[in-house]
């Protein structure tokens, strides 16, 4: 059986397990099911030889050029 779970968006408070900067990748593990988190710069540096070891390679990296929305307090 296969269950499918929605996965949220990656915030301010996930961070890379290389360096610890916020994280924009999202690796599910093919064997153990486990999940590894990565900045644009270390997941750049593992991409070729981790992605083919993975369920889900979820790339959110595009985010790192959207602009701040400013809310009035």
């Not at 690796?27 to 099911?33: F, M, P, V, W």
């Not at 710069?41 to 593992?46: D, G, L, P, T």
């Not at 070729?48 to 809310?71: C, F, G, I, M, Y």
Request: proline content about 3%; some cysteine; charged content about 25%.
């Amino acid at each position: 059986m296969t269950t499918a779970v929605a996965l949220r968006e990656l915030n301010t408070l996930d961070r890379c397990d290389r360096c610890g900067a916020q994280a924009y990748v999202r690796a599910i593990l093919q064997t153990s099911g486990g999940e590894l988190l990565f900045c644009g710069h270390h997941s750049r540096a593992v991409e070729a030889n981790l992605k083919p070891l993975t369920s889900e390679w979820h790339d959110q990296t595009d985010r790192l050029h959207e602009k701040p929305v400013l809310v009035d307090s």
